[in-house]
């Protein structure tokens, strides 16, 4: 397993309670890629980390509202599931959270602590509903921790029909992260273009090699409003550019993924999240994707979930979680390299997962 390069990053999760995991207990390393059938519960593990931001961004009854209540998070509902336990590794620091549920439907701390280079553990509180981790506890995890907890993005770029915010016009100041749904892509372009050269060239070249008719963006403000951006584009050759919508949906998506993996490094999260960035891209396309995310994890953490028999061929079984479902539950194991070793002179990981021999397919 690769060792992470920053204290930062997660080296271990352990979530007992959360939808369908009943119980999780995996080691992370700088590239982990999660397969697994429809509603095996790669989305709930994705999601998890969807809930810690809101945890972090102290919105946390607003999750669960909107969730619809404690027992749509819990594992089957308070009654089979009497608390919700996270525990987040970061090399030899910690930060463990317990929440049970309140007769009004809200979602209580029951007790909130940090552990610092493992030295014991020092309790944040108790009984309260938003989250007190920003009160200090005096320690550098103040510093180095939370901030890049708070940071983690779990892109997900599935919508590109006609009405995808991406394909909107939005505000030229909205840049200071790309975000989940690529809705900031124009305005988040726009200032690689003028501050990072280097990096928005990188994006453009990744570009044309999947869709080699792509020329350049046109990015500029609006005419009626110097404040608002729309995504534009040329094609190879021509001067009248294109709205977004004449991008195909593959292509849309691939230049959103390419954002993500290429834009400079300090501007990129620790830990960064992708839901099935597969869809619609071209085999090809898929190719250049996984190069992009295996470079990426050089430096960062990549966290992927994916269907793709031709993304999984890309990686190898130590970069790999298998998520099964058994009784319900959700069950998180990452591949033993050894144990595959004579499969593999012969086979390919996606052959090998076709025929079932890594498990995450369907089964009765």
Request: glycine letters at 6%.
């Given at each position: 397993?690769?060792?992470?390069?920053?204290?930062?990053?997660?080296?271990?999760?352990?979530?007992?309670?959360?939808k369908s995991i009943a119980?999780?207990?995996?080691?992370?390393?700088?590239?982990?890629?999660?397969?697994?059938?429809?509603?095996?519960?790669?989305?709930?593990?994705?999601?998890?980390?969807?809930?810690?931001?809101?945890?972090?961004?102290?919105?946390?009854?607003?999750?669960?509202?909107?969730?619809?209540?404690?027992?749509?998070?819990?594992?089957?509902?308070?009654?089979?599931?009497?608390?919700?336990?996270?525990?987040?590794?970061?090399?030899?620091?910690?930060?463990?959270?317990?929440?049970?549920?309140?007769?009004?439907?809200?979602?209580?701390?029951?007790?909130?602590?940090?552990?610092?280079?493992?030295?014991?553990?020092?309790?944040?509180?108790?009984?309260?509903?938003?989250?007190?981790?920003?009160?200090?506890?005096?320690?550098?995890?103040?510093?180095?921790?939370?901030?890049?907890?708070?940071?983690?993005?779990?892109?997900?770029?599935?919508?590109?029909?006609?009405?995808?915010?991406?394909?909107?016009?939005?505000?030229?100041?909205?840049?200071?992260?790309?975000?989940?749904?690529?809705?900031?892509?124009?305005?988040?372009?726009?200032?690689?273009?003028?501050?990072?050269?280097?990096?928005?060239?990188?994006?453009?070249?990744?570009?044309?090699?999947?869709?080699?008719?792509?020329?350049?963006?046109?990015?500029?403000?609006?005419?009626?409003?110097?404040?608002?951006?729309?995504?534009?584009?040329?094609?190879?050759?021509?001067?009248?550019?294109?709205?977004?919508?004449?991008?195909?949906?593959?292509?849309?998506?691939?230049?959103?993924?390419?954002?993500?993996?290429?834009?400079?490094?300090?501007?990129?999260?620790?830990?960064?999240?992708?839901?099935?960035?597969?869809?619609?891209?071209?085999?090809?396309?898929?190719?250049?994707?996984?190069?992009?995310?295996?470079?990426?994890?050089?430096?960062?953490?990549?966290?992927?979930?994916?269907?793709?028999?031709?993304?999984?061929?890309?990686?190898?079984?130590?970069?790999?979680?298998?998520?099964?479902?058994?009784?319900?539950?959700?069950?998180?194991?990452?591949?033993?390299?050894d144990d595959l070793h004579?499969?593999?002179?012969?086979?390919?990981?996606?052959?090998?997962?076709?025929?079932?021999?890594?498990?995450?397919?369907?089964?009765?």
């Amino acid at each position: 397993m690769t060792n992470l390069s920053s204290e930062k990053q997660l080296s271990r999760i352990i979530i007992k309670g959360f939808k369908s995991i009943a119980e999780c207990d995996i080691q992370l390393s700088q590239l982990n890629i999660l397969i697994g059938c429809n509603g095996a519960g790669k989305s709930n593990f994705i999601g998890f980390f969807r809930m810690v931001q809101q945890i972090l961004d102290e919105q946390l009854q607003l999750f669960v509202s909107r969730q619809g209540g404690p027992d749509t998070i819990l594992h089957f509902g308070r009654k089979k599931t009497k608390q919700l336990e996270i525990q987040l590794y970061f090399g030899n620091n910690a930060y463990f959270a317990t929440f049970e549920p309140t007769q009004d439907n809200r979602l209580m701390f029951s007790e909130e602590s940090f552990w610092w280079k493992m030295g014991g553990g020092r309790k944040i509180g108790s009984g309260h509903f938003e989250t007190k981790a920003f009160q200090g506890n005096k320690t550098q995890i103040d510093e180095y921790i939370l901030p890049a907890m708070r940071q983690w993005r779990v892109y997900h770029f599935h919508d590109t029909s006609d009405t995808a915010y991406v394909k909107q016009p939005h505000s030229i100041n909205d840049n200071i992260y790309l975000r989940p749904d690529g809705s900031n892509l124009a305005a988040f372009l726009y200032l690689l273009k003028e501050n990072y050269p280097d990096s928005y060239q990188r994006i453009i070249k990744t570009i044309r090699l999947v869709a080699p008719f792509f020329g350049e963006f046109c990015l500029r403000t609006s005419p009626r409003n110097k404040e608002v951006i729309e995504l534009e584009w040329f094609e190879q050759g021509q001067d009248i550019p294109f709205k977004a919508h004449l991008f195909s949906d593959g292509t849309l998506r691939f230049i959103c993924l390419a954002t993500v993996f290429l834009q400079p490094i300090y501007l990129q999260p620790e830990t960064i999240l992708v839901d099935e960035p597969e869809l619609g891209l071209h085999p090809y396309a898929i190719t250049v994707l996984a190069s992009l995310m295996r470079a990426n994890s050089r430096e960062k953490q990549v966290i992927v979930s994916t269907q793709s028999v031709e993304l999984l061929n890309e990686f190898d079984a130590k970069d790999v979680i298998v998520v099964d479902r058994e009784d319900g539950k959700s069950l998180l194991r990452r591949l033993n390299e050894d144990d595959l070793h004579e499969w593999l002179e012969d086979y390919s990981l996606g052959e090998l997962w076709k025929k079932n021999i890594l498990g995450g397919r369907p089964s009765r």
